[in-house]
């Protein structure tokens, strides 16, 4: 199953969680301080949730910290990757990075106003980030 995943960069995370508890009647799926994540069903939707001033060098203005598609495997993250570059997109690969408290595989792109995107797969849980900044302009 693949599935959208919208990245927010939000004031205060407690109070984000509890909206977004609310809006989508779910619970994070992941909660480490100044992040959370929720793996929705229905829609399909993994929303992420940065605090702001723990989401560092973000280069989309506002509330987008990044945008990406969640999918199952590493062959599909390879498989992205090479049907990016085919279509003449620039891309920038990361394999076995730690963002967002998980191990991914990942391939990067760049809409024509900025706004990051990533397809990647989870390979395992971390307890560590490495850096909430991971998934701004330092990777991006």
């Known amino acids: 199953m693949s599935r959208v995943q919208l990245a927010l960069n939000v004031s205060n995370v407690d109070e ?12 994070p799926a992941k909660r480490r301080p100044g992040y959370a994540n929720f ?12 605090e702001a001033d723990r989401a560092r060098g973000t280069g989309v203005a506002g509330a ?20 990016l570059s085919a279509s003449g997109l620039e891309t920038r690969v990361e394999d076995e990075t730690t963002c967002c408290y998980a191990v991914q595989d990942k391939v990067w792109v760049t809409d ?16 560590e980030s490495a850096d909430l900044g991971c998934c701004t302009d330092s990777c991006c």
């Open 16 to 27: 984000a969680v509890e909206f977004y508890s609310k809006l989508f009647g779910a619970e």
């Open 39 to 50: 793996a929705i069903a229905e829609p399909p939707l993994k929303l992420v949730l940065f």
């Open 64 to 83: 987008l910290n990044h945008l990406g598609v969640e999918v199952e495997s590493k062959a599909e993250v390879v498989s992205a990757t090479s049907r």
């Open 112 to 127: 024509p106003d900025g706004a990051p995107w990533e397809v990647y797969t989870v390979l395992a849980d971390s307890p």
